[in-house]
């Protein structure tokens, strides 16, 4: 283990407030950080998948491309567009990256050995935060190139002070049933504070918070109701980042899930690599073309390319829940329009629509949900006050005819 050169100088004033701040937390905990090369090992055959997961991405990349040449009017909604389009820029980079998954996805698409078995490090486009310097991604420029492979060493210098969001994560995972307290797996160069070894870090506080909003507003209750009827419960995530919910969803009911991503193919190459690898403990599978649901019934994690995305209205299945964090406030409103259908056709009478979303002046989605579903409850949360805040307003939907 690579012991940093002094990475938690506690300042006596830092120590005090955060023991005002969380008095149920240890100051006195046994603490440590956990760096990238101990958790970023990977054996041939998870490379071997991984590297065959990307080369069925570059393809379904280049139907989409023959489609929107074929029809393009007809085709436009499953094109990146908004904060994820190609051409995006929300400020100057000194390097002209685009600040968004394209670049990002760019790197994945090498096949670099290195890149593939640290992924964590270049998923900022998902969490809005830079694991790889342990800041917001707005504070730093993109990761537009392959990090050196000594990297863990300027680590080093910048694991400081425990930040509060490790505090806070702690904090609300001790007030929540054991099952519901996260442990990322060490896996893919995750990296953060280690205590009890359990991982701790700014992603895994936006999950915590996710979890116990889910929690706190009766929709784990409901599942779990609808698990002593059912075999599996059915999820939809309209984008799904890298597969982080995917997976601890898939741990809090006992891997008894059906767990289907849509997304573009471009969130999915680094969805599907992440959890073909973990220990998320149902069958994994890319889409690559509509066809029969071969695990119809049966629990596992699918991912499912836009483009795609009308497999699941075929299946004649009900979604138990549909889930959407951050991501429609930053695409087109046809787009929004799209989905929203897509979701209302899935849920039926009985299923539920999840979201949370930052204000959008552009796309006034507090205008489009209420044309779909009807406002079943407007989440709230006494273990995290301020999750407006810290990712925006949560609401869980219904259709009209929603029945418990």
Not at 146 to 171: M, N, R, Y
Request: net charge neutral; glycine share 4%.
């Amino acid at each position: 283990m690579i012991k940093p050169s002094n990475p938690f100088p506690k300042p006596e004033k830092y120590q005090m407030i955060m023991k005002k701040l969380f008095p149920d937390i240890s100051m006195s905990k046994d603490w440590s950080f956990i760096f990238s090369d101990e958790t970023s090992f990977l054996d041939e055959i998870e490379l071997k998948n991984s590297i065959k997961l990307l080369d069925k991405i570059s393809v379904i990349i280049e139907l989409r491309s023959q489609l929107l040449e074929q029809d393009y009017e007809n085709n436009i909604i499953y094109s990146p567009s908004g904060a994820w389009g190609p051409e995006y820029r929300n400020s100057i980079e000194y390097n002209n990256s685009v600040r968004n998954v394209n670049d990002s996805y760019g790197l994945l698409a090498k096949k670099d050995y290195d890149i593939i078995r640290k992924l964590r490090f270049y998923c900022e486009c998902f969490t809005g935060y830079q694991l790889a310097t342990l800041e917001l991604a707005s504070k730093r420029p993109w990761i537009a190139n392959k990090l050196p492979d000594d990297w863990d060493q300027v680590l080093c210098h910048l694991a400081g002070p425990i930040p509060s969001e490790v505090f806070q994560t702690i904090s609300i995972a001790d007030k929540l049933p054991p099952n519901l307290r996260l442990r990322p797996p060490k896996k893919f160069g995750e990296i953060g504070w280690l205590v009890s070894d359990e991982i701790f870090n700014h992603d895994l506080l936006c999950y915590q918070q996710i979890i116990s909003l889910m929690f706190e507003n009766g929709i784990i209750e409901l599942l779990n109701e609808r698990l002593k009827n059912n075999e599996i419960i059915r999820i939809v995530e309209i984008g799904g980042g890298y597969g982080a919910l995917a997976f601890y969803l898939s741990q809090i009911f006992n891997s008894r899930i059906k767990y289907s991503i849509i997304d573009i193919p471009e969130s999915l190459a680094f969805a599907s690599v992440y959890c073909s690898s973990i220990p998320i403990n149902i069958p994994t599978v890319l889409i690559e073309k509509p066809g029969k649901d071969r695990l119809m019934d049966q629990p596992c994690c699918e991912f499912i390319p836009n483009i795609y995305s009308s497999v699941l209205e075929d299946r004649d299945r009900v979604v138990d829940l549909c889930i959407n964090t951050l991501s429609l406030a930053e695409m087109s409103p046809d787009q929004v329009e799209h989905y929203c259908s897509l979701i209302q056709k899935l849920i039926g009478r009985t299923g539920m629509f999840f979201e949370q979303n930052r204000a959008s002046n552009e796309l006034k989605l507090e205008s489009t949900f209420p044309k779909y579903f009807k406002k079943i409850r407007k989440c709230k949360s006494k273990l995290f006050t301020h999750f407006k805040e810290f990712r925006g307003e949560a609401n869980l939907w219904a259709n009209a005819d929603w029945r418990k």
